[in-house]
Structures are given as structure tokens and as C-alpha cells.
């Protein structure tokens, strides 16, 4: 990572609680998860991130990535996307646990786009129902750190 | 949030954060470069510090939970500052034809040697055996005989191969052939053969961290012999957990493109 990146990110922490910039470091010390068993530049493409807001219609807490689905409505009709998290065991050690996320809750996700073209995403955080935004630990951090976030079960 | 506070904590952060994001940066130059030192946890200690620990028998002792310690996405990174990995026309060819989907561990099969996931792993070692367990990718072992035998004459190729160690003071040194030529070095794709030969040696350091210098000898994709450097660093407190990656793999029809990027 250049110097040129840590400046903006040290002054968008200092923006942040004690709190979450605390939790953020404890990311960033552990080192940024990467944790797929493929090249995500391979599969995903940085330069095309997404920002989804669906219902969870299934989640799957499987290697080696845990998924989770949205059904996401638009004026054309509703569509399901199939987003990408690291493997469940990345997941635990950076605070989630299976019942993260729940079938009906109603989500906001931030990842990257499939290469392909396919309603596919790598999420990189998610906004819960209830307003709390968790890190989704995911091989998109390759590309650099996190955006701000809390541990799932951070606060 | 006052200004002051606002100012403390940001340098306090700078100090944390600075050296743990150096720490991270991809070093084609370090001989001992962060490795696959890049699975995170939210809630990791630093590793402890202190001697190496040795077992009753004088041997080193390897326990613990590792991560790291070899190529993920760029075996180059564990070359000494300045030189290059010494590709063969041949070995050139061969990689650059190589497309991402195709990545055996994309596919959840082995890494192989010297290969690492971004996944913690295991060293357990017995009077005549050393194991080498493995989280992911994938969820396997390596056997290793430090029973004082030799290679078989003529060993049917392996993912692994057949590995025969011994002890040099503080280093475990294995020796391993008969590998099949599927696995990939890393994600960039560098390619070798059934008649690769690898030297891993094993070494403590310190109670948190291992070094795993590999010398790799490939005649069929090498002009020569180069070794590799990979620190792994000790996660206390952890375990393994299970990993199948067979269970629900769905990225290796979406991935697209040749193999090169990390």
C-alpha cells in the first residue's frame, strides 16, 4: 500500500468514534483479509462497486465462502443477487456468527461487481437492519482496506 | 469529539498503523516478505515474543497455530532483493498461457509445496512422523517421515509427494519428491513439473514466528535452482477450524481471464 493511501485513511479514521477507528486498526494489525481460495481480481472487478438494497431470501454458511442472497426490486421487477463473504471460519475470527444475517432482514450491501456480468457481487460491507454496519472480511480487501466499519459484533 | 482528543487518537493510530501497514505491503523484494500473512481477524493479539521453545528431546518445538510462511498470490516475493525467479523459455510459455479459472486451488484442490492458503495451519510432530495440517485450501495434511528412511526409488507422482525430514539443530529440513504437475506456485500461475524437487527448511525464530526457506529445483521450467524465503506468524490463542471447500464452490465458472493478478 502506497503512503499516498494511508493519509486519506488516517484522516478518515480520525473522523470516525474511538470505537470504530479502534476496531478499524484491529482489522488493519491483523492484516486485511484476504481470504479467498481464488485471485478476486480475477472473478471481481475493483472499478465497479455496487450498492444493493434487498431482502435476504437465503443464506448459505458454507466453504469456502459464505453467501447470502437479496431480492432486489427495481421499476423492471425484483431480482436476486448472489453475494460473495469470506469462508465462514475468516467470518467467526472477525466476529460474525452464523445468525448475522437473517432470511427478511432488510440489507444494504457494498461490494464489487462479477467480471461477468452475472448478478454476482463481493461484499465488502453490509448495513443490517437495525442500522449497524459490518465488515464482510472478503477477498476485496486485495484491493485495499476496508471502508469504515465495525466488527459484526463490534458495539 | 473535541479537537485534542481528535489529535491524540489520530496519533495514536498513525503509530499503530504506519508499521502494520507496511507490514502488509507486498515485498517482491524481502527475503522473509509477509508471506500469506493475510487472513484477518477482528480480534488478533500481537504474536507473543520470547525464545523459540524446544522439546525434552532438544529438537525444536513447532506448536502452535501458524499463518503465512509461503507464496499465496507471488512466489516471487520470497526472492532475495533483486533477483528474479529463473523462469525457462519454457516455463515462461507455460505461464503466460495460463488462465485464472484454471487455478487447481480456484478448483479446491491442493496447494502442493511451497505453496500457502491465507489459512492458519498446524505442525505436529512425533518420533517418526511430522504432520503438517492444513485449514484450507484445502482441508488436508502432509505426512512427513523423520523415521530415518529414504525415497522410494520411483514414487508415484502426489499432490504432496513424499516428503523425508530430519533435524539440523534448530531447522527441520524435509526433503520431498514425486509431485504430480498440477498444482500452481500462486496465483500468478508459475508452473513446474513431476520432477520437482523441494528443500523446505524450517526454523523458529522466535516463540511467534517461522521461517520456511524452500529450495526449488525444476530443470524442466528453471534455468537453475533458487530458494525462497516466507515468514509465518504464530496466532495464539487459535485452532483450527473446518474447512470444505468442495461444499458450495461457485467462483471458478465466474472467474475470468489469465492468471496474473493476485
Redesign the interface.
Known amino acids: 500500500m502506497s503512503s499516498a493511501r494511508v493519509k486519506p485513511m488516517l484522516k478518515n479514521l480520525m473522523k470516525m468514534s474511538l470505537g470504530a477507528a479502534l476496531a478499524v486498526v484491529g482489522l488493519l494489525v491483523s492484516g486485511a483479509p484476504i481470504s479467498a481460495h481464488h485471485s478476486f481480481a480475477a472473478e471481481y472487478d475493483a472499478a465497479k462497486p455496487i450498492t444493493l438494497k434487498g431482502v435476504v431470501s437465503k443464506i448459505e454458511w458454507t466453504n469456502p465462502h459464505a453467501r447470502f442472497y437479496i431480492d432486489v426490486k427495481d421499476e423492471t421487477g425484483t431480482f436476486t443477487w448472489n453475494l460473495e463473504l469470506a469462508s465462514p471460519n475468516v467470518l467467526a475470527r472477525n466476529g460474525w456468527t452464523r445468525k448475522t444475517l437473517n432470511i427478511g432482514d432488510e440489507i444494504t450491501v457494498q461490494g464489487a461487481m462479477a467480471k461477468d456480468g452475472s448478478k454476482m457481487a463481493n461484499a465488502r460491507t453490509v448495513t443490517l437492519a437495525n442500522g449497524k454496519r459490518v465488515f464482510a472480511g472478503s477477498s476485496a480487501d486485495a484491493e485495499g482496506p476496508a471502508p469504515a466499519a465495525a466488527p459484526a459484533t463490534g458495539r | ?1 473535541s479537537v485534542r ?2 489529535l491524540l ?2 496519533a495514536a ?2 503509530a ?3 508499521p ?2 507496511l507490514a ?2 507486498p515485498s517482491p523484494t524481502s527475503a522473509a516478505g509477509s508471506g500469506g ?8 493479539a ?1 504474536p507473543p515474543t520470547g525464545p523459540a521453545p524446544k522439546l525434552a528431546n532438544g529438537h525444536p518445538d513447532f506448536s502452535g497455530v501458524w ?1 503465512g510462511g509461503g507464496p ?2 507471488d512466489l516471487a516475493q520470497g526472492m532475495p532483493k533483486g533477483e528474479a525467479i529463473p523462469l525457462n523459455d519454457e516455463g515462461k510459455r507455460v505461464m503466460a498461457a495460463r488462465q ?2 484454471d ?1 487447481p ?2 478448483n ?1 484442490l491442493p496447494t502442493g509445496v511451497p505453496r500457502t ?3 492458519p495451519w498446524r505442525i505436529l510432530q512425533t518420533p517418526t512422523h511430522v504432520f503438517i495440517l492444513f ?3 484445502i482441508h488436508s495434511y502432509r505426512q512427513i517421515f523423520v523415521d530415518g528412511r529414504k525415497h522410494p526409488e520411483d514414487p508415484d507422482p502426489t499432490w504432496y509427494g513424499h516428503s523425508v525430514g530430519h533435524y539440523e539443530g534448530d531447522t527441520l529440513v524435509v526433503d520431498t519428491i514425486g509431485f504430480n504437475d498440477k498444482f500452481w506456485f500462486d ?1 500468478r500461475g508459475h508452473p513446474h513439473s513431476d520432477k520437482l524437487h523441494t528443500v523446505e527448511r524450517y526454523t523458529r525464530k522466535d516463540l511467534g514466528s517461522i521461517v520456511v526457506q524452500t529450495t526449488i529445483t525444476d530443470p524442466v521450467y528453471y534455468t537453475k535452482p533458487f530458494t525462497i524465503t516466507f515468514t509465518g506468524r504464530l496466532r495464539p490463542g ?1 485452532e483450527l ?5 468442495q ?6 465458472s ?4 489469465p ?1 496474473g ?2
Open positions: 469529539m482528543r481528535r487518537i489520530g493510530l498513525a499503530l498503523a504506519v502494520a501497514l502488509q505491503t500473512l493475510n487472513t484477518g481477524r477482528g480480534r488478533g500481537p499463518q499465496v498470490g485464472s479459472k487455478d486451488e480456484a479446491c492458503a491465507p489459512y485449514e484450507g485450501n496465483f487459535e477450524m473446518e474447512y470444505i471447500c461444499e458450495n464452490e461457485q467462483d471458478a465466474h472467474i475470468k481471464g492468471a493478478t493476485p
